[in-house]
């Protein structure tokens, strides 16, 4: 039971990041959702430009050692994620430049959303030349 413990919070800790970098789409749909996102976002940010290991992957290397497994040292994107990506390890250069991804995608999307919508509210007459 404790095992699945730790793989639920494995794939919640999946599902937030995939919500920092993308959550921003979800503004399409809410207007308020920026507040949500957000902040989940400028946290992904700062775990990685600070290198610190996140609560995530601190409670499920708590789990996995209550279930008798070992846990990890690493953060959860070294453990998991950076061998597919980087097989050479993380450095403090990968953690910045993971940092910068969360900022672009981020920018990218929001850019997009403001585009979107100006052009949404714009009248025929401001599209005429």
């Known amino acids: 039971m404790v095992r699945w413990a730790a793989d639920g919070v494995l794939l919640?800790?999946?599902a937030f990041i995939l919500f920092a970098l993308f959550g921003g789409l979800l503004a399409l749909?809410?207007?308020?959702?920026?507040w949500v996102h957000l902040p989940a976002a400028i946290w992904?940010?700062?775990?990685?430009?600070?290198?610190r290991i996140c609560p995530l992957t601190a409670l499920e290397n708590a789990l996995r050692r209550r279930a008798g497994e070992a846990g990890y040292g690493e953060s959860f994107i070294e453990h998991y994620l950076l061998d597919l990506i980087y097989p050479?390890?993380?450095?403090?250069t990968i953690q910045y430049l993971l940092a910068a991804v969360v900022i672009v995608v981020n920018l990218a999307i929001y850019g997009w959303l403001c585009k979107y919508k100006r052009n949404r509210h714009s009248s025929p007459e401001d599209n005429e030349v």
């Open 12 to 14: 919640l800790h999946l």
């Open 88 to 92: 050479a390890g993380l450095t403090s």
């Open 44 to 51: 992904g940010f700062w775990v990685e430009l600070s290198g």
């Open 29 to 34: 749909r809410w207007r308020w959702f920026p």
